[in-house]
């Protein structure tokens, strides 16, 4: 079964970075996933697609700052140089032929 | 710029029915398979199903938790997708995202959300 698992939370300082982690379940290291950001009150916006080799897609718009990269099942959303507008859910999805599946979404706070 | 505008939420009495719709522009609608997602009060995000581009039959796929309740539909000619919402439970209270789905790799009829609208709140309640 296609599954994703994010850790419910995250911290970390201003100006700082912070990895955030996205597991596939074991039979499905080979997918690829997409990180979306969704900041308190807001709709989620689409940060990028990720494959399992690392490559990524970003959206219109997203910063340098955002990248990922990835090993194994795990899927990574490294954001360097925290602001303040970074406080916000991460989620990642995957998706076969007829199935969309997001994570849990991970809360990040920026100290 | 691509867009995504929603309408047709409100409040709905549980067992009724309602119609969403999700008007696009900025991107030739028909090339592209369409999405909905949805978030209940203070949850994450659920898929909830999505319409493949003519062509590749426009087919849909649906959740588990509303297969046989909702149906996606598309008009290319008029860049809006809908979802037709029947049975609703409380349950179903949520924000509703309409979303284009681009492609995983080129020329696949499915992949993953790369833009969103920015939500209709439906509400089922007596």
């Known amino acids: 079964q296609l599954v994703l698992t994010q850790s419910p939370s995250a911290s970390a300082s201003l100006g700082a970075s912070v990895k955030l982690t996205c597991t596939l379940s074991?039979?499905?290291?080979?997918?690829?996933i997409a990180w979306h950001q969704q900041q308190p009150k807001k709709g989620p916006r689409f940060l990028m697609k990720?494959?399992?080799?690392?490559?990524?897609i970003k959206g219109d718009g997203i910063p340098d700052r955002f990248s990922g990269s990835s090993s194994g099942t795990e899927r990574y959303l490294t954001i360097s140089s925290l602001q303040s507008e970074d406080d916000a859910d991460y989620y990642c999805q995957t998706w076969d032929s007829t199935i969309h599946i997001f994570g849990g979404g991970t809360k990040l706070t920026v100290l | 710029e691509v867009q995504l505008v929603e309408s047709g939420g409100g409040l709905v009495q549980p067992g009724r029915s309602l119609r969403l719709s999700c008007t696009a522009s900025?991107?030739?609608?028909?090339?592209?398979?369409m999405s909905w997602v949805r978030q209940a009060p203070g949850k994450g995000l659920e898929w909830v199903g999505f319409i493949r581009s003519r062509a590749f039959g426009g087919t849909t796929e649906y959740a588990a938790s509303v297969q046989g309740r909702f149906t996606i539909s598309r008009d290319d000619s008029k860049s809006i997708a809908y979802l037709e919402m029947n049975s609703l439970t409380t349950d179903d209270t949520a924000v509703y995202y309409c979303?284009?789905?681009?492609?995983?790799?080129?020329?696949?009829?499915?992949?993953?959300?790369?833009?969103w609208g920015q939500g209709a709140l439906v509400t089922v309640s007596s």
């Open positions: 979303t284009r789905v681009n492609p995983a790799l080129p020329g696949y009829s499915y992949g993953y959300t790369a833009y």
């Open positions: 900025g991107f030739t609608f028909g090339y592209y398979a």
């Open positions: 990720l494959t399992s080799d690392g490559s990524h």
């Open positions: 074991s039979e499905h290291s080979t997918y690829a």
